[in-house]
């Protein structure tokens, strides 16, 4: 079956990098996009961009642009993604999902805890 | 960026009752070449990710029971849950998906009363 396999938690110091990996198994990695949504605690979903695993584009949110990096290894069948100077507002749980041709996530991974703090 | 604004903040039900929920978009989602609405539901369950429910503003992802139905058009959509199931406790989220950034209502919590 589709799934999609998340690192574990980290705990990161301000102004230090976090490098989250999801590995997708089930469907041929380079055919779709993959996902990085985040969540802080008890907030809502936001959006913070994609990765075509075919080709590598990438798209960021405005927000994040500058400050988070994803890219893939299409031999491992795993997307990284990566956040540079760590702020206590990055805490929160980032989760991989696959995006369809569409835009909707249809499989997603369980999360990666990240918690910045001093 | 399209804003989702969804409402109630949270419901409280009882079991066998029914439960909607409400989401607007701050502008169309509606592709007019083809007809469809780029808006999807997800439920998010206690220490779980979230789970696809509807996409295409009402077609059931595969495996999601049918007590949960999605209906609207253009800025105005709905999530209902015919039934409620204790399994069903909840935060359900709407995304469109029409337009970049890729947006998420602020969601809704929903509980047995």
């Known amino acids: 079956q589709v799934q999609l396999v998340q690192s574990g938690a980290e705990v990161k110091k301000p102004g230090a990098s976090v490098k989250v990996s999801c590995k997708a198994s089930?469907?041929?990695?380079?055919?779709?996009?993959l996902q990085w949504v985040r969540q802080a605690p008890g907030q809502g979903l936001e959006w913070m961009g994609w990765?075509?695993?075919?080709?590598?584009?990438?798209k960021y949110s405005q927000k994040l642009q500058g400050r988070v990096t994803f890219t893939r290894d299409t031999s491992a069948s795993t997307a990284y993604m990566e956040v540079s100077s760590l702020r206590s507002e990055d805490t929160a749980v980032y989760y991989c999902?696959?995006?369809?041709?569409?835009?909707?996530?249809?499989?997603w991974g369980k999360g990666t805890t990240v918690t910045v703090s001093s | 960026d399209v804003v989702m604004t969804q409402s109630p903040d949270s419901l409280a039900v009882s079991l066998g009752e029914r439960a909607t929920i409400n989401c607007k978009s701050s502008?169309?989602?509606?592709?007019?070449?083809?007809?469809?609405?780029?808006l999807a539901w997800y439920q998010q369950r206690p220490g779980q990710p979230p789970q696809l429910l509807i996409y295409?503003?009402?077609t059931r992802e595969s495996g999601v029971p049918d007590r949960f139905s999605g209906s609207g058009s253009g800025t105005d959509f709905t999530l209902t849950i015919s039934s409620l199931q204790a399994e069903d406790v909840a935060i359900y989220y709407c995304?469109?998906?029409?337009?970049?950034?890729?947006?998420f209502g602020g969601g809704t919590k929903v509980e047995i009363k």
């Open positions: 999902a696959r995006n369809n041709d569409w835009g909707y996530m249809d499989v």
């Open positions: 089930g469907y041929t990695f380079t055919r779709l996009t």
């Open positions: 990765i075509n695993a075919g080709n590598g584009n990438t």
């Open positions: 502008r169309s989602v509606l592709y007019s070449s083809n007809n469809k609405n780029y």
């Open positions: 295409w503003a009402s």
């Open positions: 995304q469109q998906y029409y337009d970049s950034p890729l947006t």
